[in-house]
């Protein structure tokens, strides 16, 4: 079997899940012994399933673990053949490694009577009744299906199994993290469903599968390859029969696109066939009583109703015969064993970044939505309400005026926002008023630059400030040059062509449009001096200065 590195800790499985797949042990032989890995290579002695993706509950990230996977994709004999990868996903507690581990039994036998004996338990994915999660993360089975395909070519099948979504212990994120890794590394996608196909069952299926899109450096016209629909415990058999039949049937009704349909109703069905080459649906009967209400079911066919056997029995030929596997392709191009690795990685990468949005839930998403629209409403009455003050055809407002206003409107427009009924509670709608806050000062701020620039002697301030100064460096230079302070007089000097210099290049720029950066510095510089002078600052150094001249006189 595959080498497995580092996994000494994750493959100690009870006997119930380690039986030779070939040869099933009998039901009252107990297999409780672990994992033999030699000292060199640490080859596992029987296939199990291996985690792939790690999940981080702490900290909801998930990590990839190469190693584990390379020793199963990398493997001599299977590492450049074109492969097969079919995973199961969907909600937490609805069968799917149940469902896999039929699949199991179908790989290993390849007979007609792959099903098994009727008093032979179920092994291979851990699986179990009740309420609580099993599976998290992503994980594969070990061993690796080379399978000779009619046209003689040679695939490697691999089977996956997923972390199930929507458990108590799970965000909306790791949900869509997982079901996007699964969709875009397989090629066939079971999503499993229970009873039937709801409206909010398409519409995960619609962010999920957006979530993976939105993963790949490309955008194609269709990313991923096949959707099986794959309804549990189906009600409806004289609506629409078990089977692929039915299930197309079905299928064809419930994402038909219809005129009078609602927009966001006609937009998920457009987009779920945007995505998938091929899409279709296989309904499956409720497997019987015993099985969902025994504790102690080890799912031994003695226990699971006729019909459900029966259509078990096509359903997974339907999905792993030679005849019907569908290679894993990405942008048209066959993938191999080697291939997949590297995608594997690449994609691990993508959802550990922050480079996507994070996925959120229904309500949170409603919620951001209502309230942005409440801060925009309130933000939209400030800015015409102050257009009305100091607008584009309004004259210059004194800056204490102006002022007024802005706090009689900030007033005005926040308790119109606190006013509108919003989702998400008090602290949640708070973060939304100090946003709404924040940009109404901010809009307070260009109102205020607007309003300057009405103001004749702002606009001139610059041109003033810059003449003050070469009229200052004048009289300075000449006094000093007339007591014989002639250092003093050429740095004055200096300063006056700088000054003239600076006007001039301030000049140009005001014309011609161009060194908007430089005319904007001078500008900058102008205000500092002007308000130097205007808080008398400049007196103080006046005063030093004739000190100066008189210590040397």
Not at 363 to 384: H, W
Not at 425 to 443: K, N, P, S, V
Not at 462 to 476: E, N
Request: hydrophobic share 40%; proline share 3%.
């Amino acid at each position: 079997m595959a080498e497995l590195g580092s996994l000494r800790n994750r493959t100690r499985l009870s006997a119930r899940k380690i039986q030779d797949m070939n040869h099933v042990n009998g039901p009252d032989e107990e297999q409780d012994e672990e994992i033999q890995l030699n000292s060199d290579t640490e080859v596992m002695d029987r296939p199990c399933p291996i985690q792939i993706v790690l999940a981080h509950e702490d900290d909801h990230n998930f990590d990839l673990d190469e190693k584990a996977l390379e020793s199963i994709l990398m493997q001599e004999h299977i590492r450049d053949l074109n492969v097969v990868v079919v995973s199961v996903a969907g909600a937490f507690r609805k069968g799917k490694s149940f469902l896999l581990d039929f699949m199991l039994r179908y790989m290993y036998s390849q007979r007609s009577s792959w099903i098994g004996g009727d008093c032979e338990p179920l092994t291979g994915f851990t699986w179990r009744g009740g309420c609580e999660r099993e599976t998290t993360g992503i994980q594969i089975w070990s061993e690796v299906f080379v399978v000779d395909k009619p046209d003689g070519s040679k695939v490697a099948v691999i089977l996956m199994d997923t972390q199930g979504a929507f458990d108590s212990q799970s965000t909306i994120k790791d949900c869509a993290t997982v079901f996007a890794l699964s969709t875009m590394t397989s090629s066939v996608q079971v999503y499993n469903l229970s009873q039937n196909i709801q409206e909010d069952d398409l519409q995960h299926l619609q962010l999920f599968t957006e979530y993976g899109r939105l993963a790949m450096e490309e955008i194609y016209k269709k990313p991923f390859q096949t959707l099986m629909f794959l309804i549990r415990d189906w009600s409806y058999p004289y609506e629409h029969s078990y089977g692929l039949e039915g299930g197309n049937l079905f299928l064809e009704k419930r994402l038909q696109v219809k005129q009078n349909q609602h927009e966001e109703l006609q937009n998920v069905r457009k987009h779920i066939h945007s995505c998938f080459t091929n899409i279709g649906c296989f309904l499956l009967p409720h497997p019987g009583l015993k099985v969902a209400t025994n504790p102690s079911f080890d799912g031994r066919l003695v226990d699971i109703d006729d019909e459900f056997k029966k259509e078990l029995q096509n359903l997974v030929p339907l999905l792993l015969a030679p005849k019907n596997l569908v290679q894993k392709e990405i942008s048209g191009t066959k993938v191999t064993c080697r291939d997949l690795l590297e995608y594997f990685k690449a994609y691990i990468k993508i959802y550990q970044g922050e480079e996507l949005p994070h996925p959120k839930s229904m309500l949170q998403a409603t919620a951001e939505a209502n309230n942005l629209a409440a801060v925009a409403g309130a933000k939209d009455t400030y800015s015409k309400s102050m257009e009305q003050v100091c607008g584009g055809d309004k004259p210059y407002i004194a800056p204490a005026d102006l002022e007024r206003k802005h706090l009689d409107m900030k007033d005005v427009c926040i308790k119109q926002f606190r006013s509108i009924k919003k989702m998400g509670g008090d602290e949640f709608c708070h973060r939304y008023q100090e946003q709404l806050e924040a940009e109404i000062e901010e809009t307070y701020a260009n109102f205020m630059k607007h309003n300057d620039g009405k103001n004749i002697f702002y606009a001139a301030r610059t041109p003033a400030t810059l003449f003050a100064v070469m009229f200052a460096m004048y009289i300075i230079s000449g006094l000093t040059g007339f007591i014989g302070l002639n250092s003093i007089a050429t740095i004055c000097n200096l300063i006056m062509g700088l000054a003239l210099l600076s006007f001039c290049t301030w000049a140009y720029v005001k014309y011609s449009g161009e060194f908007r950066e430089l005319g904007s510095l001078i500008d900058q510089i102008a205000e500092i001096i002007w308000e130097q002078v205007s808080s008398f600052n400049l007196s103080f150094y006046l005063f030093k200065f004739v000190k100066y001249i008189s210590f040397y006189t």
